[in-house]
T-cell receptor, first 112, second 113 residues
Framework: GNSVTQMEGPVTLSEEAFLTINCTYT??????LFWYVQYPGEGLQLLLK?????DKGSNKGFEATYRKETTSFHLEKGSVQVSDSAVYFC???????????FGQGTTLQVKP | DAGVTQSPTHLIKTRGQQVTLRCSPK?????VSWYQQALGQGPQFIFQ???????QRGNFPDRFSGHQFPNYSSELNVNALLLGDSALYLC????????????FGPGTRLTVT
């Protein structure tokens, strides 16, 4: 079946450090891939998406590239800020379905 | 433009009771999906409603049921509550055919004692 695996957290970084959060997936066909962010006490916000292989999603300095050959969609940011502290979820949506399948989430803590 | 709204914000129920959670989708959206997020976990898909019918269902027992109204708002009902039903329940809305953009509400925190 379809599934998403994220790196274990928490990830603790200093402000302006480089961020990578690993995400790999298992799916049949050609899924769409997403990163969602959840700030404390809030719902999920779509951060970025990629709908086909080699697409790069980007938003607010975050980037992720859809790599079909490695079934990966790693999240990166060149310089994190304290305000980026949140839980990040990788998710996939299989073709012809509205159902999102989420990873377990990775907590990011950025210290000043 | 109001986003997705959910009510109530928090709820405490006793084992065996029944609960109803409510969701109003983002303006212009006609499809509503419900997710359960246990503490420290990613959201799990419960079901999706479109045109007032359940269109897809995840791996949840029949104790979980839903409804969609003509104005596209939706309810999630859970019967015979178990301690394990304690979670954050998230509603997401989208426009049919455009599942690339699903907008989530802030959730309802359900605690079962």
């Amino acid at each position: 079946g379809n599934s998403v695996t994220q790196m274990e957290g928490p990830v603790t970084l200093s402000e302006e450090a480089f961020l990578t959060i690993n995400c790999t997936y298992t799916a049949t066909g050609y899924p769409s891939l997403f990163w969602y962010v959840q700030y404390p006490g809030e719902g999920l916000q779509l951060l970025l998406k990629a709908t086909k292989a080699d697409d790069k999603g980007s938003n607010k300095g975050f980037e992720a590239t859809y790599r079909k050959e490695t079934t990966s969609f790693h999240l990166e940011k060149g310089s994190v800020q304290v305000s980026d502290s949140a839980v990040y979820f990788c998710a996939l949506r299989a073709s012809n379905t509205g159902k999102l399948i989420f990873g377990q989430g990775t907590t990011l803590q950025v210290k000043p | 433009d109001a986003g997705v709204t959910q009510s109530p914000t928090h709820l405490i129920k006793t084992r065996g009771q029944q609960v109803t959670l409510r969701c109003s989708p983002k303006s212009g959206h006609d499809t509503v999906s419900w997710y359960q997020q246990a503490l420290g976990q990613g959201p799990q898909f419960i079901f999706q409603y479109y045109e007032e019918e359940e269109r897809q269902r995840g791996n949840f027992p029949d104790r979980f049921s839903g409804h969609q109204f003509p104005n596209y708002s939706s309810e999630l009902n859970v019967n015979a509550l178990l301690l394990g039903d304690s979670a954050l329940y998230l509603c997401a809305s989208s426009l049919t055919g455009n599942f690339y953009e699903q907008y989530f509400g802030p959730g309802t925190r359900l605690t079962v004692t």
